[in-house]
């Protein structure tokens, strides 16, 4: 959850003229993302300006005005080459360079930058409020001629991974970290490739909407892509910043596919938003082994148990990915065995067959 916002004690000003003109006339806006996690020192403001992708890390406590004169500073014109202020200038050259000067800091005096409260940006917030107490108010940015939909903490997708040699037969789950999202609700969709296909080919779809994807026989030689499309939960206005999944939502919505960029989409009042996809891929689909261990050792997995009362309870002892991966284990403990097998990549799809394998209460 977000800082509790506290209440501005400034007199609401309303925007410029030439703002408001502009704004009631602007039919397409663009995206200011704002990401800050309860007690940070600072705050991430991302935006495209004229074009190239711009990242101010701003201290929460700082005025309002700072990251505007930021801004402003990144849409004025190239400054002047570093190397000609270390050269010794003739009064002339001086008085050229000093009208230069005094002309880019009169363009990024009268460039507007404005943060507004509401959607239609008739509330200007004040320049001199601290940056939290402003950007986590804000619903519209302006700069110059450009108008930015503020999102504050859309759901975000940090790191997504996949093992480097998928089996068929055996499930392949995705490694995702998540900001700001409900893994309950994020949206998932995988992709299949000849591995000999020319740079720049079609993905296509396998039909899987689910986190978890089991390649078949006819995978074999594929590569194959998984995309997350992150999401997170809003409840009357307020939103769910989790990490983990809330059953009380619909699995519909985490199965759904399709969409792009950010938008809200309402489902029995209840309001979710979706962040930018982000993808990872792997190397060809191989063969798995045809008789793991694992079903040697169980005993009537799957079974449903006589009566519901009863309950099932697996534990799993896994060892670890520091000690199989060095060189003692493989040459000294587990010499018997051999290398390729004891790489995390092979083992984690193993070990995930044999659980999803077996009924179970409690893990």
């Known amino acids: 959850m977000l800082l509790r916002m506290f ?66 500073s990144n849409l004025a014109p190239a400054k002047q080459d570093k190397r000609s202020k270390k050269k010794k200038l003739n009064p002339a050259d001086g008085s050229s360079n000093g009208a230069a000067a005094a002309g880019q800091q009169q363009q990024e005096q009268e460039l507007f930058v404005g943060l507004f409260k509401d959607a239609e940006g008739t509330e200007l917030i004040d320049p001199s409020t601290p940056n939290e107490q402003a950007w986590t108010a804000a619903s ?58 020319p740079t720049g080919a079609e993905w296509e779809e396998t ?50 596919t399709g969409l792009r960029r950010p938008h809200r989409k309402s489902l029995i009042g209840v309001s979710v938003n979706y962040g930018e996809p982000l993808t990872a891929e792997t190397g060809p689909v191989r063969t798995g082994p045809q008789q793991p261990a694992a079903r040697v050792r169980q005993l009537n997995p799957g079974v449903p148990l006589p009566e ?39 083992r984690r799809q193993l070990v995930l067959q044999e659980i999803l394998s077996l009924t179970f209460a409690v893990f």
């Open 7 to 72: 209440r501005s004690t400034y007199q609401r000003s309303s925007a410029p003229a030439h703002a408001l003109r502009y704004l009631q006339t602007a039919t397409m806006r663009e995206t200011a993302y704002v990401r800050y996690k309860r007690g940070a020192d600072n705050l991430t403001i991302s935006l495209v300006l004229a074009g190239r992708q711009r990242n101010l890390n701003r201290p929460v406590d700082e005025p309002l005005e700072k990251p505007f004169t930021r801004i402003r």
């Open 140 to 197: 519209l940015l302006k700069v110059g001629d450009q108008v930015f939909e503020v999102l504050l903490n859309p759901p975000t997708v940090e790191t997504l991974n996949l093992q480097d040699f998928p089996m068929a037969g055996y499930p392949l789950l995705p490694v995702v970290g998540l900001a700001f999202a409900d893994l309950g609700l994020c949206r998932w969709r995988w992709f299949k490739r000849p591995q000999q296909a």
């Open 308 to 346: 519901p009362w009863r309950f099932r309870i697996m534990s799993y002892n896994i060892l670890a990915d520091q000690y199989a991966g060095t060189s003692y284990a493989q040459q000294v403990l587990f010499k018997y065995c051999p290398t390729q097998l004891l790489d995390n990549n092979y």
């Open 207 to 256: 039909g899987c909407s689910s986190m978890c994807y089991t390649p078949t026989q006819q995978d074999i030689g594929t590569m194959l892509r998984v995309e997350c499309i992150p999401a997170n939960a809003a409840v009357d206005g307020s939103s769910h910043h989790q990490q983990q999944h809330n059953a009380a939502f619909p699995a519909a919505i985490a199965a759904a």
